[in-house]
């Protein structure tokens, strides 16, 4: 089995894929995007579908898969009912695989098997890992150039690390004496990082295989070859420490959606199960009184100081009174709208007003009658414990619930698409020499 080097293999498929080919019209072979996400994960239980940075973990990569543009499907094989939900929701198509593949010792490769038997129709299979969230559409584009343009059959993905590796010891080894070798590194002659290329090490992020060769059990492999990630995109969460570390990372490194190049510029919130909790306290003198959190509040106040407008907007089954509603919006220092806007029509008519285009719209929603805008706007959100959280793919789901901070935090994540929007890639990455 011949390992190929993929450098000028990985620029040549990224001028392939800048010049139009591997396109799905192109009449390539059908290439189908698999995601393996089985319910019984003992490590973090449903880990595919906790949310990270407020998306579902599996939705970071179904994105990535989705706006590639060179795969003809994308697919969740999955055993798990609410796992299926979550797929369909955001986009993708589902294979119930069988209980024969679904145990804990169950191999990947068998579930891929399952999966082309059932599906004559594909050629190619993007395997992609639901663990791996810092996934990019153009790394599949370009890794997935690799087999269509230039005739590997086998593609998987690497990132290179500078680490020295140790021989392990056992026991009886350390009691005769004897030292530990190491496979790269001369201790007398240890180099600087700079001054040494490192090695390669699989990260786990995807594999990419021709049909013929899962049904020969990658026994034969023909041409083979890696596609090196850089380590900024290479996040593989496999226990719970990782969290908050795999956040971070994907706040800073992650794939946003096309979202990410428009500029946001009004930000559209409901009232009542956002910015308020929609719980109305009276007073003994029969006075309707409602909170709202500061940090709401302040997360307003820094939209509006990038430029960003802020409406409150309330329908006409509102709980709160006008007067109390125009208080609130005193207080927060916002426009506030009331009408029929869940219908759309209203909205419509503010965005002509403002010469404004969906994609320019950020809404923060909680109720039913919201979810025909929540899919409409090019960046929606929700608290934690809005009812709607169950009937739509938000692309961003609060950790905090509405009245304690659930604004703020969704202001803070729209910054965050500004900033990431308006920078360049290369400021921010991580190369050999500056790691």
């Known amino acids: 089995m ?57 939705g970071w990569v179904l994105r990535a898969a989705l706006d590639s543009g060179v795969v003809d499907s ?44 059932q599906r004559p129709e594909v050629d190619i299979v993007c395997h992609i890992q639901a663990t791996s969230p810092c996934l990019h559409p153009h790394h599949i584009r370009e890794a997935l150039q690799m087999i269509t343009g230039q005739g590997f059959d086998y593609v998987f993905s690497v990132v290179r690390r500078h680490q020295f590796r140790w021989v392990e010891m056992d026991k009886k080894g350390l009691l005769e004496g004897k030292n530990p070798t190491s496979p790269n590194i001369d201790v007398a002659y240890r180099p600087r990082r700079q001054d040494w290329p490192g090695e390669l090490y699989e990260n786990g992020s995807f594999y990419f295989y021709k049909r013929k060769d899962l049904e020969n059990g990658l026994k034969q492999l023909g041409k083979i070859a890696y596609y090196e990630m850089l380590p900024e995109h290479s996040v593989d969460i496999d226990v719970d420490i990782d969290w908050p570390v795999a ?24 009232v009542s199960g956002c910015l308020t909790s929609s719980k109305i306290y009276m007073s003994v003198s029969g006075e309707d009184l409602v909170a709202f959190s500061a940090r709401d509040v302040a997360g307003v106040q820094m939209l509006k100081r990038e430029d960003i407008e802020v409406i409150l907007i309330s329908s006409v089954n509102e709980p709160l009174s006008r007067g109390l509603l125009e208080k609130v919006s005193q207080q927060a220092g916002c426009g506030l709208r009331i009408g029929e806007q869940q219908k759309g029509f209203d909205v419509e008519r503010l965005m002509k007003e403002k010469n404004l285009s969906w994609d320019e719209v950020a809404f923060m929603g909680s109720e039913a009658e919201d979810v025909e805008i929540l899919s409409q706007v090019g960046l ?55 790691f």
């Open 247 to 270: 956040e971070q990372r994907v706040l800073r490194f992650g794939y946003f959606g096309r979202e990410e190049k428009a500029a946001v510029r009004l930000f559209l919130c409901k």
């Open 2 to 58: 011949a390992m190929e080097s993929h450098g000028f293999a990985q620029a040549q498929a990224q001028a392939q894929v800048r010049s139009g080919v591997g396109s799905p019209s192109s009449g390539l072979p059908h290439r189908a995007a698999l995601i393996l996400a089985r319910g019984g994960s003992k490590g973090i239980p449903l880990k595919n579908i906790k949310n990270l940075a407020g998306v579902p973990l599996i």
């Open 380 to 434: 929606n959100a929700v608290p934690c414990d809005a009812p709607v959280a169950d009937l739509i793919a938000a692309k961003y789901t609060c950790q905090r619930t509405a009245g304690h901070g659930a604004v703020r935090e969704f202001a803070e994540y729209i910054l965050t698409l500004k900033k990431k929007s308006s920078s360049h890639v290369n400021q921010d990455r991580i190369d050999r020499v500056h």
């Open 74 to 117: 994308v697919w969740v094989s999955t055993d798990h009912d609410e796992i299926e939900r979550v797929a369909k929701v955001w986009g993708a198509k589902v294979h119930r695989r069988s209980p024969e593949v679904s145990k804990d010792d169950s191999s990947s490769l068998a579930t891929i098997q399952e999966f082309i038997r």
